[in-house]
């Protein structure tokens, strides 16, 4: 019994801290932090790679674009675990939004007409294997996603997606910090090209954090980082014993992935 009461009451204590930094992000003077819906489709090879994509341009993001939501990524999973599997990044100003979506969409006549294949796919003949979430809010200093000039043009492109872990909330917060210490200015004088930053808020793997940078190719990603690890700034904010890497992250998470046909991002 005390036990669940135990359990009980950090689950209060969590939703309640959430509902605090979610109010404080929105309510804040001159704040315009995003929030980031996270959708990672785990998915067979065949049909269901078609008909995810075919789900996703021909039905959700038009239903997104509806909604005042976007730009939204949608990307295929080109090196990582667990292949094949189509991630879906959708950005909003508020957090309702984001978890009332699907009540939301279901609202919504014609898009409910277009998934219809998507959405009521049989077990016989499943859409996908299954599909994760993850709910992030955007780091203070860098509160909106950035489009990419590649994206806007729709010119070749990569992205890079990387998730630090770490051992406690308060290592986490040292991390966060970090980036806000100098490490924004790092990666844009290295040439990279930040897409966002966020902290995650409801999702696997917690406490951690999540980034995006773009890439032309393989070679341009490889070439970034070597100019970013030599970077004498970088050199002296890593050595800072505060910043202790070995401390403050425990896994990163590494993933690269290449924008679908129908991809905004």
């Known amino acids: 019994m005390k036990r669940r009461q135990f359990l009980a009451a950090s689950l209060a204590t969590s939703a309640l801290a959430l509902a605090h930094e979610a109010s404080d992000a929105q309510s804040a003077p001159g704040s315009d932090r995003e929030f980031y819906l996270m959708r990672r489709y785990d998915l067979g090879s065949g049909p269901e790679l078609k008909l995810t994509e075919s789900y996703f341009s ?26 094949p599997a189509h991630y879906l ?11 009332e979506l699907e009540l939301r969409l279901a609202e919504d006549a014609e898009f409910m007409k277009a998934a219809d294949p998507f959405w009521n796919a049989t ?15 955007a780091f203070k200093g860098w509160p909106k996603l950035k489009l990419p000039p590649a994206s806007a043009s729709q010119s070749k492109r990569i992205f890079q997606l990387r998730t630090y872990e770490s051992p406690s909330n ?19 004088k290295c040439g990279m090209t930040p897409v966002f930053f966020s902290d995650k808020l409801i ?13 032309t190719e393989l070679g ?10 030599s970077n ?8 800072d014993p505060r910043f202790a890497f070995d401390q403050i992250v425990t896994n990163i998470s590494n993933l690269v992935l290449s924008p679908l046909s129908c991809s905004q991002i």
């Open 58 to 83: 021909g039905a959700l993001i038009p239903a997104l674009g509806r909604m005042g939501l976007g730009p939204i990524g949608a990307f295929q999973l080109d090196y990582g675990q667990q292949t």
């Open 232 to 239: 004498p700034e970088w050199k002296k904010l890593s050595s």
């Open 220 to 229: 341009e990603l490889d070439e970034k980082w070597v100019a970013f690890r």
């Open 89 to 99: 990044l959708i950005p909003g100003a508020s957090i309702q939004t984001l978890a």
């Open 203 to 215: 999702g696997s793997n917690l406490p951690s954090l999540t980034y995006m940078l773009c890439f």
């Open 123 to 137: 077990a016989a003949s499943p859409a996908f294997q299954r599909v994760e979430a993850s709910l992030m809010i």
């Open 170 to 188: 308060g290592y986490h917060v040292r991390k966060v910090e970090m980036f806000h210490s100098g490490e924004f200015e790092i990666f844009l």
